[in-house]
């Protein structure tokens, strides 16, 4: 397994802070957050030379672009709207691919409007289908969230499912199946076949069963389970910390790397 870190983290930080921290704290890779107005310069307007900048920036550090977090959701009724994030979709791939990384993050978003759950998974199934055409062709790999409406894991399996393609994979958000209710085995054995990446964050629960994120093992969620089931199929991907303003980087990126080696050392 492979740890990073995404820029929620450090939204301020450019692209050469995220890596130095990287470094100094032992990480093999950062996520950029594209469309969150960060300031690591990863967007879609890039000019081709920023790209070549970009590209040359993580080969020349060492340190991987794990992954490339974007916005995108695809729950829409409107059928305009799925062809619309489709199209940026494809565009998101091209700067995958002219940045250097393997995976894009995706989400299948609230649907526009009441619907059931059945009818939300195939219309995220098919945009992702249609969409992991364009991802095999560049190999790039569509990593879906375990997120919002499709927060648990036997719903995004189901919905990769339908797309049938091997790009298209699972972003296993490990806190979110289990806030809905899920045990952490439970919501392995539903992703464990499409696992590319993994966020991970800890978290507290009040009586409403809402969440707030604390350090890596101050929290409910029992990752050392989780991680110790990845080590089960050989899980070679990443860990990503995603803290999303909750402390400064220089005291959460040391204290999350050190808590998640101690649980793969046991």
Not at 97 to 113: A, N, Q, S, Y
């Amino acid at each position: 397994m492979k740890f990073s870190f995404m820029s929620f983290s450090c939204p301020e930080a450019s692209l050469g802070e995220m890596l130095e921290y990287a470094k100094k704290y032992g990480y093999d890779g950062v996520e950029p957050r594209s469309q969150a107005q960060h300031n690591h310069g990863i967007e879609l307007e890039a000019s081709a030379k920023k790209r070549k900048e970009i590209k040359r920036m993580f080969e020349d550090s060492g340190i991987e672009c794990a992954c490339l977090a974007t916005s995108l959701r695809y729950c829409f009724t409107d059928l305009t709207k799925r062809k619309e994030a489709i199209e940026t979709t494809k565009a998101f791939i091209d700067l995958a691919l002219d940045i250097g990384t393997k995976r894009i993050r995706v989400f299948g978003g609230i649907p526009d409007r009441e619907i059931s759950v059945e009818d939300a998974i195939k219309i995220v199934g098919e945009c992702l289908g249609i969409a992991g055409e364009y991802a095999e062709k560049n190999k790039i790999f569509l990593c879906l969230e375990t997120h919002d409406f499709f927060s648990r894991a036997d719903v995004v399996s189901q919905t990769v499912k339908i797309a049938e393609n091997p790009y298209v994979r699972i972003n296993w958000d490990i806190m979110h199946p289990y806030t809905k209710g899920m045990a952490i085995k439970e919501a392995f054995d539903c992703v464990k076949d499409f696992v590319e990446h993994c966020h991970i964050h800890d978290g507290v629960y009040d009586a409403e069963r809402n969440v707030k994120l604390v350090l890596m093992g101050e929290g409910e969620i029992p990752y050392k389970e989780a991680l110790m089931l990845l080590e089960q199929i050989n899980y070679q991907g990443y860990l990503s910390g995603e803290y999303i303003k909750a402390w400064e980087p220089d005291v959460v990126l040391p204290h999350d790397i050190k808590m998640l080696k101690a649980y793969l050392s046991r």
